[in-house]
């Protein structure tokens, strides 16, 4: 293996590991909520299934679309605490344009509804509580991953809005430049975190791909010329706050 790719592979190897320690690091604070969750699910399931059994009316559940799993995990780390949860049913469809303005310039994306439904309508109902206001941008990654990750607003990478649901759009999932994805610490364990793609990254297709950069990317290659600290994966030098994220369907 040339010394490059060597490089790329233990970069991508280091990010997954790391992944897993947040994943683990939090899970004796979710597991009451994630057990009950998991109840709570399996009698709706139930539930469902008798109805099928009984009636046999299942066709206008699927004619409704998707329906969308929040659960409880935690506490949100915003400013909100009494914020809730994202509608069940989602309130979009096709595209929507959000424009994450930032201390060091705008950064226009077009959300997929039509692939990611749940996880766009989590983002802008985020984004329409304020949630992402005011809030660092706490990792930079280089070396083959090349991303930069939003949305915990306590700057620590394990804050979140409260609650989290099962992965989307993940198969076969390419991270070119451009691509909008969700952070998670696991597999169906997505909150509020989302990470920027501004290089082709060598990412596993383990993370909801839920929209692309169409404006600002330069932005983000300004960002990530500054480098990290500690170098390949930590804080942007260059320091980068939202200051909003504005939403408006296309």
Known sequence: MAAKDRKKQLARQRYERQQQALAQAAAKARRVKIISSAVAVAVVVVGGAAVVVFTGKD???????????YNTAGQPAGKVKNLGTPPKKPAYKGTVQATVKTNQGDIVMDLDAKAAPCTVGSFVYLAQ???YDDSPCHRLTSGGLNVLQCGDPSGTGSGGPGYEYPDENTANAKYTAGTLAMANSGADTNGSQFFLVYKDSQLDPNYSVFGKITKGLD????IAKAGSEPAEDGKPKKKVTIQDVAIAPV
């Open 59 to 69: 066709d206008k559940s699927k004619a409704d679309g998707p329906h969308c799993a």
């Open 219 to 222: 932005v983000l290659q300004k």
């Open 129 to 131: 509580k304020n949630f």
